[in-house]
Every structure is written in C-alpha cells, then in structure tokens.
C-alpha cells in the first residue's frame, strides 16, 4: 500500500514520527506522497521527506494564498527549480479552490492558474484540494489541458462529478470520509467507480474518521478503506488494493524512484 496524501510533515507526528513509519513498514504502507501547502512548511516537508524516503510535491494550499501570493508563487518557481530534477518530486501541489474559504478567492484563483502552468511546464500531475468549486475547477482544468492530469484529493462529490474528473484523465483520492456512516452519496460513487480512477489517501493528520478512538489521523487506516472500497464494489480486498497500488504508481511514476 501507498498513502497518496499524507502530511506526514506536520507538527502532529513530531513526537512519535519514527514509531509511525516503524508502524506503517509492519503494516504493509510502503511509503506516503507528502503534498506541500506554504513557503512556511517546505523545508520541514523537504527534510522529513529526505529523512524517510518519501515522493513528494511542491504547492501552495488554497488556505495559504493571501495578498502576497505573487511573492509566494515566485518562491515556488525557485524551489521548484532547484528540485526538478528530484527524483521523489513527483507532483505540484495541494493547489485548488476552496470557498469554504472564500475571503481569499482571487488570490486562490491566481495561485491556481500559476501552479496548473508549471505542472504543465514541467510534466508534473497535480493534486488538487477542491472543496464547493467543483464546477469552477472543472472550467479551468478544461482550459489547461495538462499531459499529466492529477488526483483530486478527498473527493466528496457524486458520480456526474467524478465522471467529468475522469474524462480529463484525473484520479480520485478516496480517504477516511468513506467510513463514515453519513457520507452516502461518497459511498454510492465509489460504488460505480472504474478500478483504474481512484488512489487511497488518508490527508493525516486530518480528516479522521468519525468511528475513530483517535484525534489524529495517520496511514495506518488505508486497510479499512480498501476493506470499505471493496465491499462497495462488491470485489475482493486484494483487487482493490492491487489496482490502488498500480494506479498511484502510474499517476506519480514512482516504480523506479522507490525501488
């Protein structure tokens, strides 16, 4: 198993880091996508992703664009040149829309359109947060055409919605959200989703599920949600767990930059 979104960076895991990545090697995770989200957070997620042996990408969270997002965006041109040429760079990103948080929409639309042309200028996917802009994302996703499309992660929508995603050649990262017993239109997506659309994802240490004993999400719970998948789709465990292996493997081209 790979967690395809894991902010495995965050201050959260500092006290017992090493303990959870001992945790995950027994459990059969063999490693975590780190998404960035800030000029902030990069040198902590560079480092913790050096020291594990993690992919990662580089971005700007829409939570994170505000009136100095221009100057944000140049820092991100100069980081990303300066790693391009990483070989666990494999993505721009967590970018997107967000109108929960909508103070800051015009900057968040800015630092999209930017992040989508250096995906495209560098072959990158991208993996996208999209919360209540659906539509919006997919107008622009259609004007940018990129080669290597992306996942959009925690996706919460319904099966139109995950259709208009997959004809672009974007994937669907399934997380924590699917264990929850009020998330029925989730469930009934997944239900009819192609084996070769959707990465398992966790978003740790966020987005806990509502059954858990714990506070803090971690990668540990990617076996209930390919055991939730399968019972979905009515398939075998090892299926589901097969194709989401395979199909973040191609999303990210990390066969030969993890082995």
Same mark, same amino acid.
């Given at each position: 198993?790979?967690? %395809?979104?894991?902010?495995?960076?965050?201050?959260?895991?500092?006290?017992?880091r090493k303990q959870l990545f001992d945790s995950m090697k027994q459990a059969g995770?063999? @490693?975590?996508?780190?998404?960035?989200? %800030?000029?902030?957070?990069?040198?902590?997620? &560079?480092?913790?992703?050096?020291?594990? $042996? !993690?992919?990662?990408? &580089?971005? +700007?969270? /829409?939570?994170? !664009?505000?009136?100095? +997002? @221009?100057?944000?965006?140049?820092?991100?041109?100069?980081?990303?040149?300066?790693?391009?040429?990483?070989? *666990?760079?494999?993505?721009?990103?967590? !970018?997107?829309?967000?109108?929960? #948080?909508?103070?800051?929409?015009?900057?968040?639309?800015? =630092?999209?359109?930017?992040?989508?042309?250096?995906?495209?200028?560098?072959?990158?996917? $991208?993996?996208?947060? $999209?919360? *209540?802009?659906?539509?919006?994302?997919?107008?622009?996703?259609?004007?940018?055409?990129? /080669?290597?499309?992306?996942?959009?992660?925690?996706?919460?929508? =319904?099966?139109?919605?995950?259709?208009?995603?997959?004809?672009?050649?974007?994937? &669907?990262?399934?997380?924590?959200?699917?264990?929850?017993?009020?998330?029925?239109?989730?469930?009934? !997506?997944?239900?009819?989703?192609?084996?070769? %659309?959707?990465?398992?994802? @966790?978003?740790?240490?966020?987005?806990? /599920?509502?059954?858990?004993?714990?506070?803090?999400?971690? /990668?540990?719970?990617?076996?209930?949600?390919?055991?939730?998948?399968?019972? &979905?789709?009515?398939?075998? %465990?090892?299926?589901? =767990?097969?194709?989401?292996? #395979?199909?973040?493997?191609?999303?990210?081209?990390?066969?030969?930059?993890?082995?």
């Amino acid at each position: 198993m790979i967690d %395809s979104h894991a902010h495995l960076d965050f201050a959260e895991f500092d006290s017992d880091r090493k303990q959870l990545f001992d945790s995950m090697k027994q459990a059969g995770i063999e @490693t975590a996508v780190i998404p960035g989200v %800030s000029p902030a957070h990069w040198d902590q997620q &560079l480092a913790i992703a050096k020291e594990y $042996v !993690c992919p990662f990408g &580089l971005g +700007i969270h /829409p939570w994170f !664009c505000d009136e100095e +997002i @221009t100057v944000s965006l140049a820092e991100l041109k100069l980081k990303l040149e300066k790693y391009q040429f990483d070989p *666990k760079l494999v993505a721009i990103g967590e !970018c997107g829309l967000d109108k929960l #948080r909508n103070k800051n929409w015009q900057a968040q639309i800015v =630092s999209l359109e930017a992040q989508l042309t250096m995906a495209k200028q560098l072959e990158l996917p $991208v993996i996208l947060h $999209v919360v *209540k802009a659906h539509n919006e994302m997919l107008s622009i996703l259609r004007k940018h055409a990129l /080669p290597k499309a992306g996942v959009i992660h925690g996706f919460y929508g =319904s099966v139109e919605i995950a259709n208009e995603y997959i004809k672009l050649g974007f994937k &669907l990262g399934i997380g924590g959200l699917i264990l929850n017993h009020n998330t029925q239109k989730l469930k009934n !997506c997944v239900a009819h989703l192609p084996l070769d %659309s959707f990465l398992i994802e @966790t978003d740790s240490p966020a987005m806990t /599920p509502s059954n858990s004993a714990e506070t803090r999400n971690t /990668p540990l719970i990617l076996q209930s949600i390919i055991v939730e998948i399968a019972n &979905l789709q009515k398939k075998s %465990s090892v299926l589901i =767990s097969e194709h989401a292996f #395979r199909n973040v493997v191609q999303l990210f081209d990390l066969k030969l930059k993890l082995i």
